[in-house]
């Protein structure tokens, strides 16, 4: 692969171009397994950013791809319906909590959040409110589009580079208790604090159920989702659920807000719709939502995406709702869960570490010091893993299919790391 080029005119995430990290050429992908150009297979901990949740090259997805492209690939969603979007809108209301009645299907997670916020947006300037404002919890992620980034921890998502242009909304403290520990109720006090004062301007919460993913990979009590839905009805404010990361079984529930037995008003998922294989992603809505905003002065919901409802994308997803309709995520993510409940704690003994959490198939060692990326990024290939960390967190979101003996090797990778302190900064 011609690496050089690369180097010097591809742009990869958060990386730069005056001094650009080593990228790893990977020329196939099978299971769990990512093949590298030079032969290695390296055990996938990262499912490609949480979507590829049934493994790579799976047969019944690749199945779903084939027949679609020989019908048609794309056709535009003005005026215009198909089966696959039938098809897994059907299967994506079967599958989301009971209230939730309209889909929107839209490009990517960010762009499900711009759509979700619109939709709270219109639904008050229908309703002859204006309420302009969104409160939020810091160390929260929502994508890098302007209006998704503006409901983004503020430090993490360099709201200071953006001063001026971005929107500036509310943060409440990020939930502290963790999802295993007693439940305390001073956990909801600023969240309650900044609902009281400020409802009136309030459109909607919006907040990632029971994870905040990319923003710190915290894992926190469902008892917090619990009174933020009692304290959103009490203040007529709207509920946004962000299950872009944790939805389609990733927290050992099929959505994360299960753990709460809670509803939205308005959902946003994405990543493994499709089981990793194209971005496509839905915002999904109630009927009060919906009818609100399509009753008011613009008569419709004002979005439509060229791409929007992609028959591709949509028969991949709903091929992957097959998968999951199986019912053997339940089995593999618990698998998973115990083997991190087993394999993590001990890690704790060792000087680097901070804290350690899991949940369903998701495992985090926090460190105390921040990872140096390009030595612990070649340390991981060495030892046969994909583990890609950010900051002071090496995390594990592994495909469901992954066996013991791979979450074994991704834990025994992470532990090697943590004995070897030049891989930190
Ligand atoms: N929301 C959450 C919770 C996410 O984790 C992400 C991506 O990591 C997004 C939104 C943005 O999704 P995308 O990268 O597909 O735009």
């Known amino acids: 692969m011609d690496l050089d080029f690369d180097r010097r005119h591809i742009w990869h ?113 229908a309703k002859g409110e204006s309420r302009s404002k969104f409160l939020t919890l810091r160390d929260g992620y929502h994508g890098d589009t302007f209006a998704a980034m503006s409901v983004t921890d503020p430090d993490n998502s360099m709201h200071s580079l953006y001063k001026g242009f971005l929107p500036e909304h509310i943060f409440a403290r990020s939930p502290q208790t963790g999802f295993w520990q007693e439940w305390n109720e001073r956990d909801i006090e600023d969240f309650k604090h900044k609902i009281t004062e400020h409802h009136r301007d309030i459109a909607a919460v919006i907040l990632e159920p029971i994870v905040q993913g990319a923003g710190g990979m915290r894992i926190y009590h469902p008892q917090f989702l619990q009174r933020v839905r009692q304290l959103c009805d009490e203040f007529n404010v709207l509920l946004i659920l962000d299950e872009i990361a944790t939805g389609f079984g990733r927290t050992g529930k099929m959505f994360a807000c299960e753990h709460a037995a809670i509803e939205p008003d308005i959902l946003c998922v994405g990543k493994a719709l499709t089981g990793g294989y194209m971005t496509l992603s839905a915002t999904l809505t ?15 919901f004002m979005h439509g995406p060229t791409f929007m409802g992609n028959p591709l994308a949509c028969a991949v997803a709903t091929a992957s709702m097959e998968l999951l309709e199986r019912n053997e995520w339940q089995q593999q993510t618990k698998q998973i869960e115990r083997l991190f409940s087993d394999l993590l704690p001990k890690l ?76 930190f900064q």
């Not at 049934?54 to 056709?75: K, T, W």
């Not at 059907?90 to 599958?95: Q, R, T, W, Y």
């Not at 899991?358 to 390009?374: D, F, H, S």
């Not at 066996?403 to 004995?419: G, T």
């Open 348 to 423: 704790k003994q060792h000087d680097l570490v901070a804290d350690v959490r899991w949940l369903g198939a998701i495992g985090v060692i926090e460190t105390k010091r921040p990872v140096n990326m390009e030595a612990i990024q070649a340390h991981f290939v060495d030892q046969g893993v994909w583990i890609r960390p950010f900051a002071k967190l090496i995390y594990m979101m592994p495909p469901y299919i992954s066996e013991p003996e791979h979450i074994e090797k991704l834990v025994d990778a992470v532990e090697l790391a943590l004995k070897n302190p030049h891989l």
């Open 286 to 300: 109630s009927s009060n939502v919906a009818n609100t905003v399509c009753g008011g002065e613009a008569g419709c």
């Open 13 to 125: 995430p958060y990386t730069s171009t005056l001094t650009p990290l080593t990228c790893y050429p990977v020329t196939s992908a099978q299971g769990v397994f990512l093949k590298l150009e030079d032969g290695r297979e390296l055990i996938d901990g990262m499912s490609s950013w949480w979507s590829a949740i049934h493994g790579y090259n799976h047969p019944h997805l690749n199945q779903a791809a084939h027949q679609q492209i020989d019908a048609m690939s794309h056709v535009m969603f003005g005026g215009m319906t198909h089966q696959p979007a039938i098809d897994l809108c059907k299967k994506l209301l079967a599958l989301a909590p009971d209230n939730l009645q309209h889909v929107f299907l839209a490009d990517s997670g960010s762009v499900a959040v711009e759509v979700s916020l619109k939709m709270a947006l219109q639904y008050w300037h």
